[in-house]
Each structure stands twice: as structure tokens, then as C-alpha cells.
């Protein structure tokens, strides 16, 4: 049995995390990047397919590629970001399954069979690792912004012009400025959002 977590973590990790909106210009470091993918892989998976793949977007020549594909109101906090973060999935992760799930490599032909099958597949579990990594970010001591409002198609095409991964979601990394953040907004009561049958 797992042993609860320090206080302290999960008000780092849960409490006390924000999504940020505006960041310092403080660096994050390859290592910082690779500790961060390090913890998140190891989190679940359906049959541990891992689809997500994630693009760094850190450099200035990245960034003016991505800036025009995001909306207006999201272009501010992507040109100041250290680090934005492309969340998306390999379409055939299922070819992966065989080094992935070595006690069954035949795993692979569940999700093989049916285009559709694995597309619902590959963006469900590469948005719960897209969940992963930013828990994972916020254990090492960086913040998160994640967003929608981009365009996708430009985006795929920009970044995945081989066609074999499409975006999920974006989510900018760094230190977050916590004077850009307002109050923190409600969130529903157990008794509104849970049940006990």
C-alpha cells in the first residue's frame, strides 16, 4: 500500500497550483524537460499504449511559427512563455504496443482493427497523460497554462506534417508571474459532482 503524500506536495502539485497566464523569463533547462517527460511516462495507460508525443516549442524561430496558429487571445502568453508544450498523439501508437506491453504483444491487433477504435483511444490516453504532465511539471517546481484556442489544422501542419500525430491541447510552461493570475475561481462540492451507488 502507497503511503499518503506530504501536505506540502499536494499543495504544489493540487492546492496551490494555478493555471498561469503570465510567466518570467526564467529559462527551463533540457533537464528540467527531460525530468518532467521522465516522471509523467510512467504514470497509466490503456494496455501502457503511451500515444501521447510532446513538441517543446521553445526556440524564437518555433515560436513565430506557432504564434500565428493560436488565438488572439492566447498569442501574448505563448510569445511569453519560456517553453510551450504541443500535448498530441502518434495515430498508430497500436505499432508501439508490442515493445510497450511485452507480455502480450498481440495487444496491438485490439486497437489495429478500427480507425476509429484507435483514434478514441489515442486521444482519451494522450489526454490523460496530457493531465500526467502537467502534474508532473508542477512536482518539479514549474507552472502550467493550458489551452485550447488554436488551430489545429495549422498546428498539425506546421509541426506534424508527416501526419502521423495530431495535437490534443497546448500548455505553456515555465515560472508563472503570479501577479498575472485573478482569483482563484469556485469548484463544485463533492455532494454536486460526486456519487456514492
Not at 504496443?97 to 489515442?122: K, M, Y
Request: some cysteine; glycine content about 6%; aromatic content about 10%.
Amino acid at each position: 500500500m502507497s503511503n499518503p503524500v506530504a501536505d506540502q506536495a499536494l499543495d504544489q502539485i493540487f492546492r496551490a497550483g494555478r493555471s498561469h497566464n503570465a510567466w518570467h523569463d526564467t529559462p527551463v533547462s533540457d533537464a528540467e524537460l527531460t525530468a518532467l517527460y521522465d516522471l509523467m511516462k510512467m504514470a497509466p495507460t490503456s494496455a501502457n499504449c503511451s500515444p501521447a508525443r510532446v513538441v517543446f516549442v521553445r526556440s524564437a524561430e518555433a515560436k513565430a511559427k506557432l504564434l500565428p496558429l493560436m488565438l488572439e487571445s492566447n498569442r501574448s502568453k505563448v510569445e511569453q512563455a519560456p517553453v510551450v508544450a504541443l500535448i498530441a498523439y502518434h495515430k498508430k501508437f497500436y505499432d508501439f504496443i508490442p515493445q510497450l506491453f511485452p507480455h502480450n504483444p498481440g495487444a496491438r491487433e485490439w486497437f489495429a482493427h478500427s480507425e476509429d477504435l484507435a483514434q478514441e483511444t489515442a486521444f482519451r490516453n494522450s489526454s490523460l497523460q496530457g493531465g500526467y504532465f502537467m502534474l508532473a511539471a508542477r512536482a518539479i517546481g514549474l507552472d502550467v497554462g493550458p489551452m485550447s484556442g488554436f488551430d489545429a489544422g495549422g498546428v498539425n501542419a506546421a509541426f506534424f506534417p508527416d501526419g502521423e500525430c495530431a495535437v490534443n491541447f497546448i500548455c505553456c510552461l515555465g515560472h508563472g508571474d503570479e501577479a498575472g493570475l485573478f482569483a482563484r475561481s469556485p469548484r463544485l462540492d463533492f455532494a454536486d459532482a460526486c456519487q456514492i451507488i
